[in-house]
């Protein structure tokens, strides 16, 4: 059974993420100097790229998956 009150406190987040989003790309990043801009682009990126290799990293390394359940190889 779906739980509204859970629901709805996480679309809250999301709109007021995305929202948030929105404000320091539309106001501040037009004020930042060109440096500082460059350096948020590139950890904006690695975040990008990096947080999805980190998470199959992370579902890699539960064992037991074709390895003789014990996660060593073996076998």
């Given at each position: 059974?779906?739980n ?31 440096l500082?801009?460059?350096l ?36």
């Open positions: 059974m779906l509204w009150g859970a629901a709805l406190i996480a679309g809250l987040i999301g709109a007021v993420y995305v929202a948030g989003l929105y404000l320091f790309f539309a106001h501040v990043w037009p004020r930042l100097p060109p500082v801009a460059m948020i682009f590139i950890v904006l990126t690695l975040l990008a790229v990096l947080s999805p290799l980190f998470a199959l990293l992370r579902l890699g390394s539960f064992g037991g998956h074709g390895k003789g359940g014990n996660g060593q190889g073996k076998g």
